[in-house]
Nanobody, 122 residues
Framework: QVQLVESGGGLVQAGGSLRLSCAAS??????????MGWFRQAPGKERDLVAA????????YYSDSVKGRFTISRDNAKNTVYLQMNSLKPEDTAVYYC?????????????WGQGTQVTVSS
């Protein structure tokens, strides 16, 4: 059974930083075969993709709302994906979800994590 487990969320003041981790596990599961992404969902809003990284890490995507502030990275040897979040704003408050897509198509997510809460106070 494949599991994606997020960690690193919490409460931070505006302007602060957090680093989210997503550790993958499961028999024979390797994130090296997947594009990995981070989504977020605020109360009453849809779940949106904020950052993604290709299988080998050579290509990244960021939504306009986080570009220049967030950095996605991956360590395939550790089966872990990271999201470094700097200059956090109250509007970044949301549940953040890790996702894996074998096709790199984010309307077709193969696996989801359970989510980690990020709260940014003003």
């Amino acid at each position: 059974q494949v599991q994606l487990v997020e960690s690193g969320g919490g409460l931070v003041q505006a302007g602060g930083s957090l680093r989210l981790s997503c550790a993958a596990s499961g028999r024979s599961f390797s994130i090296s075969m997947y594009s990995m992404g981070w989504f977020r969902q605020a109360p009453g809003k849809e779940r949106d993709l904020v950052a993604a990284i290709s299988w080998g890490g050579g290509h990244t995507y960021y939504s306009d709302s986080v570009k220049g502030r967030f950095t996605i990275s991956r360590d395939n040897a550790k089966n872990t994906v990271y999201l470094q979040m700097n200059s956090l704003k109250p509007e970044d408050t949301a549940v953040y979800y890790c996702a894996a897509s074998s096709r790199g198509v984010w309307s077709e997510v193969d696996y989801w994590g359970q989510g980690t809460q990020v709260t940014v106070s003003s």
